[in-house]
């Protein structure tokens, strides 16, 4: 038994330690993006993850960042302005902190309603079995939002998720986090009542479309919608170089800020 036991906690370490490198394909799409503004907008991300290092970098760009979970800090690097600024990686509040904070500011709750339900149809991705999931969310009208409804139609397999946040456990299994939405706006919170399965795992094929209903006015409903396809995945051990800070650049504190840099 207790031979068993090392086996099965050796096989562990092997496989949770595995070094990992994903590549992904996103296409996004707003029918109420501006016309001066790239509609749809494709996006290429290679994510890696070696223990507790992370890199993401999008494809055709020279910008990319390094994540270190264990000292929960990091590097954004523009290799074209040969510079880069440290961060801090965000942290994440566990719910038990939000119901305090939504207790003493109810009037930025928001009631969700999301439901997953498991089709039962499988395929294989990469070699693994993949569960397809569909969940809808929804938020009603009222006096102050039009409201809207989001759907996630995904195919799930059982391997390291995209991470470049340093994410804690609890953030895989709360609807909060793993569902989040795009109808709720800050400082508004969504609380979500959650029917169905959690979707979990690596999304290798998934489409994400938000609907916002137009205002009481009679303007057109606006729809965002995000298909993301995982294109190669490696578990081959991957250089710890490439996790090192690039030399020959120099810090700018204000590097990127006030942009957006995801791909996920």
């Known amino acids: 038994m207790r031979l068993l036991l090392s086996s099965l906690l050796l096989g562990c370490s092997i496989v949770c330690q595995a070094d990992t490198t994903v590549k992904t394909r996103s296409v996004i799409t707003d029918t109420g993006a501006a016309p001066n503004v790239q509609n749809p907008v494709e996006i290429s991300t290679v994510y890696y993850r070696r223990g507790a290092m992370r890199r993401k970098g999008s494809v055709g760009t020279s910008v990319s960042s390094i994540a270190n979970c264990d000292t929960k800090t990091g590097f954004l690097i523009d290799l074209d302005a040969h510079e880069y600024r440290t961060y801090k990686v965000v942290k994440f509040a566990p719910m038990s902190q939000l119901q305090e904070y939504l207790e003493k500011n109810p009037q930025n709750r928001v009631k969700v309603e999301s439901q997953t339900v498991d089709t039962g149809e499988r395929k294989k991705f990469f070699g693994y079995p993949a569960r397809h999931l ?131």
């Open 134 to 264: 569909i969940t809808t969310t929804t938020r009603p009208r009222d006096e102050k939002n039009s409201g809207g409804e989001e759907t996630i139609d995904g195919w799930y397999i059982d391997h390291e998720g995209l991470d470049n946040d340093c994410a804690p456990d609890y953030v895989h299994i709360e609807p909060f986090y793993v569902l989040g939405t795009g109808l709720v706006m800050y400082p508004e919170i969504p609380q979500f009542h959650h029917t169905g399965p959690i979707p979990g795992g690596l999304a290798v094929k998934l489409t994400h479309r938000t609907k916002s209903a137009g205002a009481k006015n009679g303007t057109s409903d606006r729809v965002v919608t995000l298909e993301r396809t995982v294109e190669e995945i490696s578990d081959s051990p991957i250089n710890s170089s490439i996790f090192d800070l690039p030399s020959g650049l120099h810090e700018n504190p204000q590097l990127l800020r006030g942009n957006s840099f995801s791909g996920k």
